[in-house]
């Protein structure tokens, strides 16, 4: 008997369940999509409770258009999307209906507060947690203390987003090292939660969840769980990891250069490594490898296919209502327009700057826009801007390592043909082509 796994890309817009066999062959896949909410400026909020139906409805689909049983399923892992903060009571009940996601900027004052009285360049080297500090999962917990005393009283438990899933799976909390370097207070070269940092937080040890290898089998399903997503209550869960790393592993970023584009919501190009790639200037965001003793360095642009979606929302209302695939027409669109978008600019900023801008309440904009531009001109435009921007991070990556001369890109907006091309030329580097694409999260966290 054949058996496969199930691995997770849980991401901002939604979850893809892939199915692989032993091999690494991917066989199937669905996708289930959820929302974000935006309850107030700065606030980006998704439900728990929506994961959870994703992950089910989209295991049922996937073993339904696949051809294989459920019960040649043998393991499952997820790669999560980081910086999450979800708070349980003492029974694994939600404190929350929703929470705050990764992008989530409402704890810029106690991040602004703790840095007062603590050197932020000692923080960020120790941690290598180059976003804005506010992100991070610490200063989020400092918010609920803060700003829901009721609620924080209760927490018996803070789990990231992957792994509150592992929860619902298995009922077991734990998390993985890629997971935990993104929470404000790990330090990266000891590998451990630092208990200076916690302290200095005011933050307990025994709120967050004790630390595993990617590897580690958590346990297998519960019985509720096994019927709720279709499988058999035997199959194995493992940790998983975090999105950038599991993408990382999925690129086969296995040696110290290699280097890879994330062309999805959010993106990022990102380098494997054997040591941290830490600057207080380029401020590099670095989480731990999913392989021990490695690691992924980063930088990034917050809102760049997100970006795409809003031109295709707003500018290209027209096409969405006549064209199935409307990405297919703005592509075409675009291609027909010269490089340099008849001299307009865009700059992709719609999310706010990241850690190597100077404040993230930047914003997006185009620039030198007149009388002449035309809708294809601004699709290419946001396209350009979009890889011009991130032509930024890879040299700022550039002047910190030795990279491999070959890029490759993964994420949803590698299917764009066009788009790539654009890349090539901006980025003056070879783009490999790879069957990965979409599957680089998911295949890094079946390996």
């Given at each position: 008997?054949?058996?496969?796994?199930?691995?997770y890309?849980?991401?901002?817009g939604g979850?893809?369940?892939?199915?692989?066999?032993?091999?690494?062959?991917?066989?199937?896949?669905?996708?289930?999509?959820?929302?974000?909410?935006?309850?107030?400026?700065?606030?980006y909020?998704?439900?728990p409770?929506?994961?959870w139906g994703?992950i089910?409805?989209?295991?049922?689909?996937?073993?339904?258009g696949?051809?294989?049983s459920?019960?040649?399923?043998e393991?499952l892992?997820i790669?999560?999307?980081?910086?999450?903060?979800?708070p349980?009571?003492a029974?694994?009940?939600l404190l929350?209906?929703s929470?705050?996601?990764?992008s989530?900027?409402r704890?810029?004052p106690?991040a602004?507060?703790?840095?007062?009285?603590?050197?932020?360049a000692?923080?960020?080297?120790?941690?290598?947690?180059?976003?804005p500090?506010?992100?991070?999962?610490?200063?989020?917990?400092?918010?609920?203390?803060?700003?829901?005393?009721e609620?924080?009283?209760?927490?018996?438990?803070?789990?990231?987003?992957?792994?509150?899933?592992n929860?619902r799976?298995?009922g077991?909390?734990?998390?993985?090292?890629?997971y935990?370097s993104?929470?404000?207070?790990?330090?990266?070269?000891?590998?451990?939660?630092d208990?200076?940092?916690?302290?200095?937080?005011e933050?307990?040890?025994?709120?967050f969840?004790?630390?595993?290898?990617s590897?580690?089998?958590l346990?297998t399903?519960?019985?509720?769980?096994?019927e709720q997503?279709?499988?058999?209550?035997?199959?194995k869960?493992?940790?998983g990891?975090?999105?950038?790393s599991?993408?990382?592993?999925?690129?086969?970023?296995?040696?110290?250069?290699?280097v890879?584009?994330s062309?999805?919501?959010?993106?990022w190009?990102?380098?494997t490594s054997?040591?941290?790639?830490?600057?207080?200037g380029?401020?590099?965001?670095v989480f731990?490898?999913?392989i021990?003793?490695?690691y992924?360095?980063?930088?990034?642009?917050?809102?760049a296919?997100?970006?795409?979606?809003?031109?295709?929302?707003?500018?290209?209302k027209?096409i969405?209502?006549e064209y199935?695939n409307?990405?297919?027409?703005?592509?075409?669109?675009?291609?027909?327009v010269?490089?340099?978008?008849?001299?307009?600019?865009?700059?992709?900023s719609?999310?706010g700057g990241t850690?190597?801008?100077?404040?993230?309440?930047?914003?997006?904009?185009?620039?030198?826009l007149?009388?002449?531009?035309?809708?294809?001109?601004?699709?290419?435009?946001?396209m350009?801007g979009?890889?011009?921007?991130?032509?930024?991070?890879?040299?700022?990556l550039?002047?910190?390592?030795?990279?491999?001369?070959?890029m490759?890109?993964?994420?949803?907006?590698?299917?764009?043909g066009?788009?790539?091309?654009?890349?090539?030329d901006i980025?003056?580097?070879?783009i490999?082509?790879?069957?990965?694409?979409?599957?680089?999260?998911?295949?890094?966290a079946?390996?």
């Amino acid at each position: 008997m054949k058996s496969y796994l199930i691995a997770y890309d849980f991401g901002t817009g939604g979850i893809k369940a892939s199915l692989y066999d032993r091999e690494g062959k991917s066989h199937a896949s669905s996708f289930e999509a959820y929302d974000t909410y935006y309850p107030h400026v700065g606030w980006y909020e998704q439900r728990p409770g929506d994961w959870w139906g994703s992950i089910c409805t989209s295991t049922k689909r996937l073993i339904a258009g696949s051809g294989v049983s459920s019960s040649d399923i043998e393991a499952l892992a997820i790669s999560g999307h980081s910086l999450g903060v979800v708070p349980l009571d003492a029974n694994g009940a939600l404190l929350r209906d929703s929470v705050p996601i990764w992008s989530d900027t409402r704890a810029q004052p106690q991040a602004a507060a703790f840095f007062q009285t603590h050197d932020y360049a000692r923080w960020y080297m120790q941690t290598g947690n180059g976003f804005p500090a506010h992100l991070y999962a610490a200063f989020k917990v400092m918010w609920y203390r803060q700003n829901e005393p009721e609620t924080y009283r209760k927490i018996d438990t803070i789990l990231g987003t992957k792994d509150y899933i592992n929860y619902r799976l298995t009922g077991v909390k734990m998390t993985d090292h890629s997971y935990a370097s993104g929470s404000g207070f790990y330090d990266l070269r000891r590998a451990e939660y630092d208990g200076a940092l916690l302290a200095a937080m005011e933050l307990p040890r025994e709120l967050f969840p004790d630390i595993v290898a990617s590897t580690h089998i958590l346990g297998t399903l519960t019985p509720e769980a096994a019927e709720q997503t279709g499988l058999p209550a035997g199959v194995k869960v493992a940790c998983g990891g975090v999105d950038n790393s599991c993408m990382a592993l999925g690129a086969r970023g296995i040696y110290d250069g290699r280097v890879y584009t994330s062309l999805g919501s959010s993106s990022w190009i990102a380098v494997t490594s054997h040591e941290p790639l830490l600057d207080t200037g380029l401020s590099p965001f670095v989480f731990a490898h999913v392989i021990p003793g490695m690691y992924a360095s980063a930088t990034s642009i917050f809102s760049a296919g997100s970006s795409l979606q809003w031109v295709r929302n707003e500018i290209c209302k027209d096409i969405v209502r006549e064209y199935e695939n409307p990405y297919d027409r703005i592509n075409e669109l675009a291609a027909g327009v010269p490089l340099g978008a008849n001299k307009l600019l865009f700059n992709p900023s719609l999310a706010g700057g990241t850690g190597a801008d100077k404040t993230p309440n930047i914003r997006g904009a185009f620039i030198g826009l007149d009388l002449k531009h035309t809708q294809a001109d601004l699709i290419r435009a946001a396209m350009e801007g979009i890889a011009l921007s991130l032509r930024t991070s890879l040299d700022n990556l550039k002047k910190m390592c030795a990279l491999t001369n070959e890029m490759l890109f993964v994420g949803g907006g590698a299917n764009s043909g066009l788009w790539l091309q654009i890349f090539a030329d901006i980025y003056g580097m070879d783009i490999l082509k790879t069957n990965v694409g979409q599957e680089a999260g998911s295949l890094g966290a079946a390996a």
